[in-house]
């Protein structure tokens, strides 16, 4: 696979994940948060077991505890997102979740407790005057969904580091898979506790389901960890940041969104944040190149 293909495959990735902001503004309305997320995620994993049973049926201990570690992290993303869509537009859902392309190296740097570099702070920086647009209201108080999404994206960054340390040390194609099986895990029990299980009873409301499970993640994990081998962390960051721009175009398209000029300007001083935020110098992207060479070699 060229770098070119692999590009063109996480641009496919990331306007696939812009589309499950409106299958889950379709029905969240009518099915609880933890359904929604016990049957995305239990849909995604029976297909993905069906397809690389022969791969992953032998499984470590090891591989298994991690893969419940980010399961856990990924079914509290989507309970968290599905909390603040209720009372928040699709539009405005993406833009929030993609403040963690600098959640992510805000975090790292706490982590290895070096300050950030310039871009990085001069990204945060550019990122919270388009929060406090796109989630300040007349009033001058935060919504509540704003928060929700917000925490959905701090959760979503965790889950980034997290994954990429245990990468390092199980099978990824288990690890991405078995996170799926174990998100349903706890879903489905948070579904008997806290909730009154409630299956879809119209063909919306399974469309959107099916395509939360099929689109969004047995295609959308499974290809990132495939293409993300043959580009760069730059061109993969970048693709990424797409997502919310995508998922605003089908808002308006197929929801009849609109966020209003204030909105809609919050939401660009956001994305330039992000792309600040997440770039990288020639220098850094040659020395990736330079590297994946070696190690072909």
Known sequence: MTQKQANWILATVSMGWGTSYIFMKLCVDTIPALTIVSLRFGIAFIVMMAIFSKKIIRVDAKTLKYSAIVGALLCGIFIALLYGMKNTTASSAGFLTSTTVILVPILQTVLSRKLPSNKIFLGVTIVSIGLALLTIGDDFT?????????????????????????????????????????????ATIGTFIFETSVLPNEGLHWFAILGLALI??????????IAQKYTTPESTGFLFSLEPIFAAIFAFIFLQENMGLQGYFGALIILVGVFIANSTSKKQKDNWLSKEKEQCI
């Open 142 to 186: 935060f919504a509540l969904s704003s928060i929700y999404c917000l925490v959905a994206a701090f959760l979503y960054a965790v889950h980034i580091i997290v994954t990429n340390h245990f990468a390092r040390e199980v099978d990824t194609l288990q690890l991405g898979i078995y996170q799926l099986g174990f998100a349903t895990f706890f």
């Open 216 to 225: 969004c993640s047995a295609y959308g994990f499974v290809m990132q960890s």
